[in-house]
DNA sequence: GTGTGGATTATCT
DNA sequence: GATAATCCACACC
């Protein structure tokens, strides 16, 4: 009944990244802020799979202060900033001194609409931005959230601020796989089918339009 | 509807 | 000094 009870156990996150980028599909990612639950349906993940993967931050095994969270235990957060402006939230997957995680990459909103939409707001012209529009991309999820890298490292396990519930997945025959999103520069790592969405769902991020299968 | 390029800065070489 | 696991606006069809 309490949120702690709610939360997925760390044995759920212990499992490698592939299996369990999939398996969060259709959980619910909750968020507490100042007493309230944002919350949202997980309908695309990204596979990252450790030093072996070139489109991965801890490719080659380098560790630096920014992705130090990625060899953590299982559950935890990894939150990073790129492109100047943006925060991308991932969650730490399989056993602690294995750098390899799960890219959250878009919600379908459930709980706390309105005040995501003050957090991504200011739509040009001021109309009233799509629910469709409020976590569908990676950057995009984490600003409706408020996800920074204040949470860089947080335990997902436990409760506390950031968690995801849910007893069910989806079936394997409603997951469409695709190549993960902005990672050209990885080569023959860029065309791996390492993205995961549930099949036709209206939320997904929007770019990919050639991705097979959607 | 699609395609292209600018924004903006922490992080790493 | 270059790059980035992105988003948004605007041009054009």
Redesign the pocket.
């Known amino acids: 009944m309490t949120a702690a009870t709610a939360a997925l156990s760390r044995r759920f996150y212990r499992r490698d990244p592939v299996t369990l980028a999939k398996a969060l599909l259709g959980r619910t990612l909750v968020r507490m802020l100042d007493g309230q639950r944002l919350a949202g349906r997980i309908v695309e993940t ?1 596979a ?1 799979l450790g030093e072996a ?1 070139k ?4 490719y ?1 095994g ?7 969270s ?1 060899w953590g235990e299982a559950g935890h957060a ?1 939150v ?7 925060y ?3 969650i730490v997957a399989d056993r602690a001194e294995t750098p390899t ?3 959250l ?2 919600l379908e909103p459930a709980e706390g609409l309105d005040v995501m939409r003050s957090h ?1 707001g ?4 001021g109309g009233a ?1 799509r629910d469709v ?1 409020l976590c ?8 409706a959230l408020a996800v920074d ?1 204040s949470l860089d490292g947080a335990d997902l396990v436990g409760g506390g601020v950031l968690w995801v519930e849910g007893r069910r997945g989806v079936p394997a025959q409603g997951i469409v796989a695709t190549p ?4 050209g ?2 080569d023959e790592w860029a065309e791996q089918p390492l993205r995961f969405c549930i099949a036709g769902h209206r939320h997904l ?3 990919p ?2 991705a097979a299968g959607l």
């Open positions: 990204e990252y993967d489109a991965a931050h801890t080659g380098r560790r630096t202060a920014r992705n130090r990625m990894y990073y900033f790129t492109y100047g402006m943006h991308c939230m991932n995680a799960v890219l990459r878009a991504r200011r739509c040009r012209g931005l529009d569908s991309g990676p950057a995009k999820l984490t600003q890298r993960r999103i902005g990672v520069y990885a991020s929007a770019r339009a050639r």
